[in-house]
């Protein structure tokens, strides 16, 4: 059974700072890996999917690897801001049909402090 | 263009009575998935349609537990007999495709408490 972990479950950085954060996974056999971001009381947006034949993704100040092998994946945040203070979820996906659906980490709820 | 939308966005009800959960997902996509996100926690799974078909219900807890999807779009999620244990935030979402190349947009979620 895939389980996927994020540690830490929370972190507090100052404005400005580059940051990390870590999710990984037991089942390296993933087809693809999601990252989601979830403000408090609202659903989840979507930040980046990583095929599994890809070795990262980049979106504006957010940069995702992933390695299989060692089954892990970053999610990396350049220049953190106030606005980015939200919990970050990793989620992995198997493949295709009923192996399609996500499993997901508990997240991480980071918050930047001005 | 519109996004998954879900009603109602907040429900409370009492313990064992009956209760629907709607999503409606964007247009055009045909995978509709049903997750449930306890505080605390991230979510998980509970079915997954591809097109009208239920082609994945093993995460549904148990058989108070039912959802359809009878045209292909809207789904609507059914709780029987509710129990305080039941309380969670109950998100949907759609796919383009039942496949794993697709990313999956999530509704705003259906926070359901049970008193």
């Known amino acids: 059974k895939q389980e996927v972990t994020q540690i830490p479950a929370a972190l507090s950085v100052p404005e400005g700072e580059n940051l990390v954060l870590n999710c990984s996974f037991t089942?390296?056999?993933?087809?693809?890996l999601q990252w989601f971001r979830q403000d408090p009381g609202k659903g989840l947006t979507s930040l980046l999917l990583i095929q599994s034949s890809q070795r990262e993704q980049t979106s504006g100040r957010l940069n995702a690897s992933l390695d299989k092998s060692s089954g892990r994946s970053t999610l990396y945040i350049a220049a953190s801001q106030p606005g980015d203070s939200a919990t970050y979820l990793c989620?992995?996906?198997?493949?295709?049909?009923?192996?399609?659906?996500?499993?997901f980490g508990k997240g991480i709820t980071l918050s930047v402090r001005p | 263009g519109a996004g998954v939308s879900q009603t109602p966005s907040n429900k409370v009800t009492e313990k064992g009575k009956y209760v629907e959960l709607r999503c409606d997902p964007i247009s055009g996509h045909t995978a509709l998935y049903w997750y449930r996100q306890s505080l605390g926690q991230g979510p998980e799974f509970l079915i997954y349609f591809q097109g009208t078909g239920a082609a994945d219900d093993s995460g549904l807890p148990n058989d108070r537990f039912f959802a359809v999807r009878p045209e292909g779009s809207v789904s609507t999620l059914k709780i029987q007999r509710t129990e305080r244990g039941d309380s969670a935030v109950y998100l949907c979402?759609?796919?383009?495709?039942?496949?794993?190349?697709?990313?999956?947009?999530f509704g705003p979620g259906t926070r359901l408490t049970v008193t």
């Open positions: 989620a992995v996906g198997m493949g295709a049909g009923a192996n399609s659906k996500l499993t």
């Open positions: 089942d390296s056999a993933i087809y693809n």
């Open positions: 979402a759609s796919s383009l495709s039942g496949t794993s190349d697709y990313e999956q947009y």
